[in-house]
């Protein structure tokens, strides 16, 4: 059973920035996707950004320009950095990392407030 473990939550400003990092228990080539997802009060679950196992990033609009997504197989993580945070990122970001199946780490929340 794949373990993930997600960093680097907590509270911002507006116009600040975060790093998260989720950490697998398996190395990231085991991998085809992995990819972060947020779900904020009230709304459905949505994608924020992914990456390929080739290495191609995908991000959502709500977040292009402002985000960040790369590997670091020296951990065995994914890392999400994004900057610009607006209130509307205010949400609980979720990792997800796929092979024959889909894994999930447990959530971690981001606030964004003044």
């Known amino acids: 059973q794949v373990q993930l473990v997600e960093s680097g939550g907590g509270t911002v400003s507006p116009g600040g920035s975060l790093r998260l990092s989720c950490a697998a228990s398996e190395r990231n080539s085991n991998f085809w996707l992995m990819g972060w997802y947020r779900q904020a009060p009230g709304k459905q679950r949505e994608l924020v950004a992914d990456?390929?196992?080739?290495?191609?990033?995908m991000y959502a609009d709500s977040v292009k320009g402002r985000a960040i997504i790369s590997n670091d197989n020296s951990k065995n993580a994914v890392i999400l950095e994004m900057n610009n945070l607006q209130l509307e990122d205010t949400a609980v970001y979720y990792c997800?990392?796929?092979?024959?199946?889909?894994?999930w780490g447990q959530g971690i929340q981001v606030t964004v407030s003044s």
């Open positions: 997800n990392f796929q092979q024959s199946q889909a894994y």
């Open positions: 990456l390929s196992k080739l290495g191609t990033p």
